[in-house]
């Protein structure tokens, strides 16, 4: 807001981490974390639980604080420009942000409000429509599912429309309806030119959505690449010839799919 | 300061009072354990009761009213607390607005719902024949030690909302709070208790605040009391005010 970006950070990558050290008590989370995340593009972070995904994503978001090393975002310090990254972020943490008192209208609204945007209403009613939760805007967010929930969560975080936004694990606990709408919303956004830094611990969900793949192991970011480097990075594929067997979730879409077109339309 | 401290403390005020507006229950047990009380000493107890003063409920009153403040702050660091735990205090804490409005906000909501809560029981002391010849400068003073201790309390009442690792650690803090008037001259004269306890009683806040509130009510001069009063609210409301920001920094940073 205050500094408005030179050319210089226009050019630079959206992300930019390097040597990122945190520790918690004795434990060393990180132990020199470099990240790259070009603009526009979507970046996965894979790990275990407990690798320090989180911790990376909490640090960008201006959330918690690094022992070492320098993060940029959107051309801005984390540590001493605070309060521009914010302005350039959005957060979707693991468990949805939602307020579950309000309906999902005002919690769109609310968001819009304190981001000082103008015709929050209007902002509102557009991201319900964009996220087929028009019927449902006026229900307490106590009353929805899991997958609603979660679309709203991304809904409020597109409001303002940052340059980039992050997604902790944003599919863990959805059902495989749930996760191919939210996937589907995740490559909506980096059409429209948003820097998308997602983390998750499922290989498939990576695969499907990322430009590139880094895998966070004990602190490090061990590989880094798009998925034909990293594939390439074992044996070539012995050619197999296999009966192609549906897989149960193939199963599970093909005979809820019916209900689920219903629902959309 | 930062520019936009009001404009998002009045937007996340809005969101806290609708949530009390749908589960207005909040109110409703904040308001209940003060009314109990009052039933049993006033029709049951009161009876034994020496005070001095003519009506009993008179003398309760006072007691009354910070009892139902000390129970009523425990709902600021239960809110707080759930913000905490969703996900939507980290939301705000990662978007542009000024953050000490987050805890303001909370604050404010806990003087609005006190002040209901408050009027609730002063109707129903009315109903039950408590009677003040106080004109409006009584009863404003009244108010504003009353607004004074609420702030106080609810500042403390935000370090536990912040720190709390449940609910039910979140909301215990203001038992020994409620408990406070009970050894104080709140519910009996301290001239009736054994010497420790009766030092103790009259160098508490709760019988200073008391004391103070119900010379206002009887309209009899109020002396050095008021001022002990006052500076017990203001001496608790800085102390908190200062630790509840210091754990917010520790807490966000």
């Given at each position: 807001m205050s500094n408005s970006p030179t050319s210089a950070q226009v050019e630079q990558p959206a992300i930019r981490v390097h040597g990122l050290e945190k520790s918690f008590k004795q434990v060393k989370v990180l132990r020199g974390v470099d990240i790259d995340v070009a603009r526009g593009s979507i970046f996965a972070l894979l790990g275990s639980n407990g690798a320090g995904k989180t911790t990376v994503v909490r640090i960008?978001?201006?959330?918690?604080?690094?022992?070492?090393?320098?993060?940029?975002?959107?051309?801005?310090?984390?540590?001493?420009?605070?309060?521009?990254?914010?302005n350039s972020i959005s957060l979707t943490g693991q468990f949805?942000?939602?307020?579950?008192?309000?309906?999902?209208?005002?919690?769109?609204?609310?968001?819009?409000?304190?981001?000082?945007l103008r015709e929050p209403g209007a902002i509102a009613d557009d991201l319900l429509g964009r996220f087929s939760l028009t019927e449902a805007g006026t229900r307490r967010v106590g009353t929805y599912s899991g997958g609603m929930r979660r679309r709203l969560d991304i809904a409020m975080s597109l409001i303002g429309n940052p340059p980039v936004i992050f997604l902790d694990e944003p599919t863990t606990g959805l059902d495989p309806e749930a996760r191919i709408e939210v996937w589907q919303a995740v490559k909506e956004l980096a059409r429209g030119g948003t820097t998308v830094l997602l983390t998750t611990q499922y290989l498939d969900e990576a695969e499907q959505l990322a430009d590139r793949i880094a895998i966070l192991h004990e602190g490090r970011i061990i590989v880094n690449g798009t998925l034909d480097e990293l594939k390439q990075l074992l044996p070539p594929a012995e050619i197999e010839y296999v009966e192609k067997q549906p897989t149960l979730e193939d199963v599970f879409l093909t005979l809820v799919g019916a209900k689920t077109e219903k629902e959309q339309r | 300061m930062n520019k936009h401290f009001v404009?998002?403390?009045?937007?996340?005020?809005?969101?806290?009072?609708?949530?009390?507006?749908?589960?207005?229950?909040?109110?409703?047990?904040?308001?209940?354990?003060?009314?109990?009380?009052?039933?049993l000493f006033v029709?049951?107890?009161?009876?034994?009761?020496?005070?001095?003063?003519?009506?009993?409920?008179?003398?309760?009153?006072?007691?009354?009213?910070?009892?139902?403040?000390?129970?009523?702050?425990?709902?600021?660091?239960?809110?707080?607390?759930?913000?905490?735990?969703?996900?939507i205090f980290e939301r705000f804490q990662s978007m542009p607005i000024a953050r000490s409005s987050v805890l303001w906000a909370h604050v404010l909501t806990s003087l609005v719902a006190n002040v209901i809560s408050l009027v609730v029981i002063v109707l129903v002391a009315l109903l039950m024949g408590f009677r003040t010849g106080a004109g409006v400068l009584g009863w404003l003073a009244v108010a504003g030690i009353l607004l004074l201790f609420t702030l106080a309390l609810t500042w403390i009442?935000?370090?536990?909302?912040?720190?709390?690792?449940?609910?039910?650690?979140?909301?215990?803090?203001?038992?020994?709070?409620?408990?406070?008037?009970?050894?104080?001259?709140?519910?009996?004269?301290?001239?009736?208790?054994?010497?420790?306890v009766r030092a103790f009683a009259e160098h508490q806040p709760v019988t200073a605040i008391v004391n103070a509130i119900r010379d206002l009510f009887a309209q009899e001069p109020v002396g050095s009391g008021i001022w002990t009063a006052l500076a017990w609210c203001v001496g608790i409301l800085v102390v908190a005010y200062l630790f509840a920001n210091l754990t917010y920094r520790r807490k966000i940073s």
């Open positions: 960008l978001a201006t959330l918690l604080r690094a022992d070492g090393g320098t993060a940029r975002v959107a051309g801005f310090d984390v540590a001493t420009q605070a309060a521009d990254v914010r949805a942000a939602v307020d579950e008192i309000l309906t999902g209208r005002e919690n769109l609204v609310l968001v819009a409000r304190l981001r000082h | 404009g998002d403390t009045t937007v996340l005020l809005g969101r806290s009072l609708r949530h009390i507006a749908r589960s207005p229950d909040t109110i409703i047990t904040t308001a209940v354990m003060p009314i109990a009380f009052m039933l029709y049951v107890f009161g009876g034994a009761i020496e005070t001095g003063s003519d009506s009993y409920v008179n003398y309760l009153l006072p007691g009354i009213l910070l009892i139902t403040i000390a129970s009523g702050i425990s709902y600021t660091a239960f809110r707080l607390f759930l913000d905490m735990q969703g996900g009442a935000v370090i536990p909302g912040l720190t709390a690792q449940s609910v039910d650690g979140a909301s215990a803090f203001s038992y020994p709070l409620v408990f406070l008037p009970f050894v104080s001259s709140a519910f009996v004269p301290t001239a009736s208790m054994p010497g420790p």
